[in-house]
Protein backbone atom coordinates (compact mmCIF):
# COMPACT_ATOMS: atom_id res chain seq x y z
CA UNK A 1 0.00 0.00 0.00
CA UNK A 2 1.36 3.56 -0.55
CA UNK A 3 2.24 5.86 1.95
CA UNK A 4 -0.52 8.58 1.80
CA UNK A 5 0.22 12.34 0.59
CA UNK A 6 1.04 14.49 3.94
CA UNK A 7 0.26 17.99 3.48
CA UNK A 8 3.28 19.09 5.47
CA UNK A 9 3.62 23.45 6.89
CA UNK A 10 7.09 24.77 7.19
CA UNK A 11 7.54 26.59 10.36
CA UNK A 12 10.41 29.08 10.33
CA UNK A 13 11.59 31.63 13.28
CA UNK A 14 11.42 34.63 11.52
CA UNK A 15 7.69 35.98 10.32
CA UNK A 16 4.73 34.62 10.89
CA UNK A 17 4.68 31.02 8.95
CA UNK A 18 1.06 30.12 10.79
CA UNK A 19 -0.98 33.02 9.56
CA UNK A 20 -2.39 31.75 6.46
CA UNK A 21 -6.22 31.18 5.60
CA UNK A 22 -7.21 27.26 7.37
CA UNK A 23 -8.92 26.76 4.26
CA UNK A 24 -6.10 26.16 1.77
CA UNK A 25 -5.03 23.29 3.40
CA UNK A 26 -8.32 21.27 3.70
CA UNK A 27 -9.17 22.48 0.28
CA UNK A 28 -6.00 20.97 -1.43
CA UNK A 29 -6.89 17.92 0.63
CA UNK A 30 -10.43 17.39 -0.22
CA UNK A 31 -9.85 17.77 -3.76
CA UNK A 32 -6.99 15.28 -3.75
CA UNK A 33 -9.20 13.23 -2.43
CA UNK A 34 -12.18 13.66 -4.38
CA UNK A 35 -10.62 13.66 -7.50
CA UNK A 36 -7.40 11.37 -7.56
CA UNK A 37 -7.13 7.92 -6.01
CA UNK A 38 -4.16 8.99 -3.76
CA UNK A 39 -4.04 8.36 -0.27
CA UNK A 40 -4.28 11.15 1.82
CA UNK A 41 -3.10 11.71 5.37
CA UNK A 42 -6.74 14.25 6.24
CA UNK A 43 -4.48 16.20 8.90
CA UNK A 44 -1.25 18.93 7.68
CA UNK A 45 1.56 18.32 9.50
CA UNK A 46 3.80 20.91 10.58
CA UNK A 47 7.69 20.42 10.28
CA UNK A 48 10.33 22.80 11.34
CA UNK A 49 12.19 23.65 8.78
CA UNK A 50 15.69 23.05 10.59
CA UNK A 51 14.80 19.77 11.48
CA UNK A 52 15.93 16.52 9.84
CA UNK A 53 12.55 15.27 9.56
CA UNK A 54 11.80 17.83 6.34
CA UNK A 55 13.64 15.04 4.30
CA UNK A 56 10.84 12.63 4.95
CA UNK A 57 8.68 14.30 2.94
CA UNK A 58 8.43 15.31 -1.03
CA UNK A 59 6.11 18.22 -0.65
CA UNK A 60 5.68 21.04 1.79
CA UNK A 61 3.97 24.53 1.84
CA UNK A 62 5.65 27.74 2.92
CA UNK A 63 3.45 30.52 4.00
CA UNK A 64 3.66 33.85 5.90
CA UNK A 65 3.30 37.48 5.31
CA UNK A 66 6.33 39.19 6.71
CA UNK A 67 9.78 39.22 5.55
CA UNK A 68 11.20 35.63 5.92
CA UNK A 69 14.85 35.55 7.13
CA UNK A 70 15.88 31.31 7.53
CA UNK A 71 18.54 30.90 10.40
CA UNK A 72 22.02 29.18 8.72
CA UNK A 73 20.70 25.87 9.76
CA UNK A 74 16.90 26.73 8.23
CA UNK A 75 18.95 27.80 4.93
CA UNK A 76 21.23 25.21 4.95
CA UNK A 77 17.68 22.12 5.31
CA UNK A 78 16.15 24.31 2.63
CA UNK A 79 18.81 24.26 -0.08
CA UNK A 80 19.38 20.39 0.37
CA UNK A 81 15.81 19.35 0.45
CA UNK A 82 15.31 21.60 -2.96
CA UNK A 83 18.24 20.04 -4.16
CA UNK A 84 17.16 16.61 -3.50
CA UNK A 85 13.94 17.04 -5.64
CA UNK A 86 11.62 18.27 -2.35
CA UNK A 87 8.78 20.40 -3.84
CA UNK A 88 7.73 23.35 -2.73
CA UNK A 89 4.51 25.12 -3.09
CA UNK A 90 5.03 28.80 -1.69
Do not use: I
Request: net charge negative; hydrophobic share 40%.
Amino acid sequence: MPTPFTFVRLSYHSGDWDAVDERMPANLLHSLVQYTTVPVETKEKVVALDSPELFNYPFCYLSGHRLVQFSAAEKKNFTQYVRNGGFVFV
